[in-house]
C-alpha cells in the first residue's frame, strides 16, 4: 500500500497540489503522467523523501526498501564500474559485511559458537544470491550496453549519460519493494532501451515510472495517475486506455454540465416572467435557491483541457532531383585513424524518411553531423542531389538561439525567407501562441528551447531535413504534433531517435548502424526491420536480451594500436586532456556555486508572504534564470566529458594511458 495523505506543495505562490489524498495498489506498474510543470517531478521525490511537502505525508507501508533514480550520479564511486554496480545490493553488501566479521572472529577464536555463527551467516548469505552477484551485475551492466571488457573501468571515465546508466544498473541489482523512476530511458539507445523495458515487465514490485515516450507508457503500464491542475485520478489501462477513458468523461461531464445549464435558464426565465406577480412570488423565491444550487453544481465541473488547436505546419518542400543524397564509401569520426564506422553506402531518394538506429556512440549522431556537413567526413564521399536544401536540427539547437531576443526576433532572424505573419504562425504551431511570441528566449524551459529552437530551423525552406534526437526535452503533446507536421511535410527525412512510437509514426526506411563497423538499409518500420532481420540472418539491435556494445573502445575489427605516433602529438592530447580536466573542475565550482543561490531563494521564497505577489515573481523570474544558467553550465560539461573520453581512448590506443 501507498498512501498520500493530505500532501500539500506550492513554490512561489504556484500551488502544484493542495490535500492531495490517495492510495496507491502494490503490485502494479503505473504511469504518472500530466502536462509539462503539473508536478509530477516533485510528488516524486516527495515519495522519494528526497523533498518535504508543505503539509502532509506519505505512507509507504511494507514498501520499505525504495529505488530511485537520482538526479546526480555518485561522486565517489568505487574504482570499477562493476564494484560501483554491486553497491547497489544494500542487503547484500550488509550481509557481506557481517560474514567478513564472522569469519574475523572464527579464525581468531573457532569455537563452536563462533563457527555456528560463521554457518549462519554464511548460510544466509549464499541463500540471497551473494555468490552470484557479480554474475548478476555483469548481466544488468551488458544489458544496460557496458562492454564486458570494459567493466573494470573506472566510472568516472565515463560521459554523464554512462554514469547515470550506472546508477540505473545499481537500482536494477538492488530490485527494492517499490522502485520510483523519473525518465528512465533519457540516456538509452533503443537496444539497451528494450532491454530495459524487458526488465521492468518482469519486475516484481510496485513500480511507478513517469516517461514522455508513449510507446514505453503503453507497453509497460498497466494504470495510469494522472496529475492535473492539482488532482490526482487513477485510470486503469496504460496510457492510451487512459486517454480513451478520459475523453469518455470528458463527454459525460460535458453532458452533464449542458443538462445543468439548460435547467438553469429554464428557472431564469420563470423568475424573469413571473418574478414581479405576487401569485407566483413564492414559486419565483424558490427557483431562485434552485438557480443558486444549479450554480454550484456546475462550478463543480473543472474546465476540459485544451489541447493544441494548431497542427505544425512545415513549409512545402522546393522541389529536388529523386536521388537526395548519396554516401560513397564514408568513414566517420572526429580523429584520423580511429573512425567511429567505415564503408558506410547509402542512396536516399526523394520523399524517404529515414531513421537512424543504433547503440549509444556508435556514430549515429556523427553521421548526421557529417551528411550536414557540420564535421567533415574522415574518407569517402556525401554528395548532394540536384537542388538539394539541407537544413540540420542539432541536439544542442538551443545553444544557437539569442537568450535576450524575442521567440519571434529568434525566429525572424533565421532567416529572410519569412515575414513577421508567418513566424508568428509557425511559433503558434510549436504551441507558442498570444503574446508567448514576446518572451525572451532566456526564461524557456529546456522543452520550449527545444520547440523554438525547431521553429527557428524550419522558418529556412529546405527539402531535407537532417534531425538528431529532435523529441529530446518535448512533452507528448509536442512530440505528437511534431509527428503530425513531418507526416505531412513533402520533403525528405533522416532523423536520429530512441522514441520508438515517433520513429514507426514516420519512418519510411530504417538504417542500422551495427558495433562491428557494418550498416544497411531497410525497408518499413522497426518491426520490418526485425523480421527482415530475422529472415536474412542480420543482428536485430532491438533485441532486449542482446546486450549492445558500450561505444567507449573502437570497433574490434578496426583496431588502429599499430598507428605511430609522434611524441609531439601525445604531448599535445595530454595537455588537451589536462586543460579540459581543469575547466570542467571549474565548471563543477561554479555549479555548485547556482545551486546554492536557486537553495537561497527558495528559501526566501517560503518566508515572504503568499500575498506578496511581486516578490513571488522576482524570486521567480531570479529562479528561472539560474536554472538556465546551470542546465547550460551541465550541458557544457557533459560535452567536455566526452571529449576527455574521447582523448583518453585516443591514448589508451597508443599505449600512452
Not at 411 to 418: G, K, M, N, R
Not at 427 to 452: I, Y
Not at 613 to 639: A, C, P, T
Amino acid at each position: 500500500m501507498i498512501h498520500l495523505e493530505n500532501l500539500s506543495k506550492s513554490f512561489a505562490g504556484q500551488v502544484l497540489f493542495d490535500s492531495l489524498t490517495m492510495t496507491l495498489p502494490e503490485g502494479g506498474n503505473i504511469a504518472l503522467v500530466g502536462g509539462n510543470g503539473a508536478g509530477k517531478t516533485t510528488l516524486l521525490n516527495i515519495m522519494c523523501d528526497l523533498e518535504e511537502s508543505d503539509s502532509g505525508k506519505v505512507i509507504l507501508g511494507r514498501s520499505r526498501q525504495i529505488g530511485y533514480l537520482p538526479q546526480e550520479p555518485n561522486p565517489a564511486p568505487k574504482p570499477s564500474i562493476i564494484g560501483e554496480c554491486e553497491t547497489g545490493a544494500q542487503t547484500l553488501q550488509k550481509l557481506k559485511l557481517q560474514l567478513e566479521k564472522a569469519l574475523e572472529l572464527m579464525t581468531a577464536d573457532p569455537s563452536p559458537k563462533n563457527l555456528s555463527h560463521y554457518d549462519d551467516v554464511e548460510s544466509l548469505f549464499r541463500h540471497e544470491g551473494g555468490y552470484s552477484l557479480t554474475a548478476k551485475a555483469e548481466r544488468i551492466l551488458t544489458g544496460l550496453g557496458f562492454a564486458r571488457e570494459n567493466l573494470d573501468q573506472d566510472p568516472q571515465e565515463l560521459s554523464g549519460g554512462w554514469r547515470m546508466r550506472l546508477e540505473l544498473a545499481k537500482i536494477f541489482i538492488h530490485e527494492p519493494e517499490l522502485l520510483i523512476l523519473d525518465e528512465p530511458t533519457n540516456h538509452l539507445d533503443l537496444p539497451s532501451l528494450a532491454w530495459v523495458e524487458s526488465w521492468l515487465q518482469k519486475y516484481k514490485g510496485t513500480l511507478i515510472f513517469v516517461s514522455h515516450d508513449r510507446s514505453l507508457l503503453n507497453r509497460l503500464a498497466d494504470q495510469t495517475l494522472h496529475l492535473n491542475q492539482g488532482v490526482l485520478k487513477l485510470y486503469k489501462g496504460n496510457f492510451d486506455q487512459f486517454m480513451e477513458q478520459k475523453e469518455a468523461q470528458m463527454e459525460m461531464e460535458q453532458a452533464q454540465l449542458a443538462q445543468l445549464q439548460r435547467r438553469r435558464a429554464e428557472h431564469e426565465k420563470f423568475v424573469e416572467r413571473f418574478g414581479a406577480k405576487a401569485t407566483k412570488a413564492k414559486q419565483a423565491q424558490s427557483r431562485v435557491k434552485m438557480i443558486n444550487r444549479l450554480r454550484q453544481l456546475e462550478a463543480g465541473f473543472s474546465p476540459a483541457e485544451s489541447d493544441a488547436s494548431l497542427g505544425l505546419v512545415i513549409p512545402p518542400a522546393q522541389h529536388s532531383g529523386r536521388l537526395v543524397l548519396k554516401v560513397e564509401d564514408l568513414a566517420i569520426g572526429y580523429q584520423q585513424g580511429q573512425p567511429l564506422a567505415t564503408d558506410i553506402n547509402l542512396d536516399v531518394e526523394k520523399g524517404q524518411k529515414i531513421a537512424v538506429i543504433g547503440a549509444n556512440g556508435i556514430g549515429k549522431s556523427t553521421l548526421i553531423k557529417t551528411m550536414a556537413r557540420t564535421i567533415p567526413a574522415l574518407q569517402g564521399e556525401v554528395e548532394e542531389g540536384h537542388k538539394v536544401q539541407p537544413r540540420y536540427f542539432a541536439q544542442d539547437q538551443h545553444l544557437s538561439l539569442a537568450s535576450d531576443k524575442t521567440l519571434l526576433e529568434n525566429v525572424l532572424a533565421a532567416t529572410a525567407e519569412i515575414g513577421q505573419l508567418d513566424a508568428r504562425k509557425l511559433l503558434g504551431s510549436m504551441l507558442f501562441s498570444g503574446d508567448d511570441v514576446f518572451k525572451t528566449a532566456g526564461v524557456l524551459s529546456g522543452g520550449e528551447k527545444n520547440r523554438l529552437g525547431m521553429a527557428c530551423m524550419l522558418a529556412k525552406k529546405g527539402n531535407l531535413l537532417l534531425m538528431d534526437e529532435p523529441t529530446n526535452h518535448l512533452d507528448m503533446t509536442s512530440v505528437e504534433v511534431l509527428i503530425d507536421g513531418l507526416q505531412k511535410w513533402d520533403g525528405t527525412l533522416i532523423f536520429v531517435s530512441h522514441d520508438r512510437n515517433f520513429i514507426n509514426s514516420l519512418c519510411s526506411h530504417v538504417f542500422v548502424m551495427l558495433p562491428d563497423g557494418r550498416s544497411r538499409l531497410f525497408e518499413g518500420d522497426l518491426s520490418d526491420y526485425q523480421a527482415a532481420a530475422s529472415k536474412t540472418g542480420f543482428p536485430d539491435v532491438l533485441q532486449g536480451d542482446q546486450p549492445s556494445e558500450q561505444a567507449t573502445e573502437p570497433n574490434p575489427t578496426k583496431q588502429v594500436s599499430q598507428i605511430k605516433v609522434s611524441h609531439e602529438e601525445v604531448k599535445k592530447t595530454r595537455q588537451q586532456k589536462t586543460k579540459l580536466e581543469r575547466q570542467q573542475d571549474k565548471l563543477e565550482e561554479k555549479q555548485e556555486l547556482i545551486k546554492c543561490q536557486i537553495q537561497e531563494i527558495e528559501d526566501e521564497a517560503i518566508k515572504i508572504d503568499p500575498s506578496n505577489f511581486q516578490g513571488h515573481k522576482n524570486l521567480s523570474e531570479q529562479r528561472i534564470k539560474l536554472e538556465q544558467e546551470l542546465e547550460e553550465n551541465e550541458l557544457l560539461w557533459l560535452e567536455q566529458g566526452e571529449e576527455i573520453e574521447s582523448l583518453n581512448k585516443a591514448l589508451k590506443l597508443w599505449g600512452r594511458s
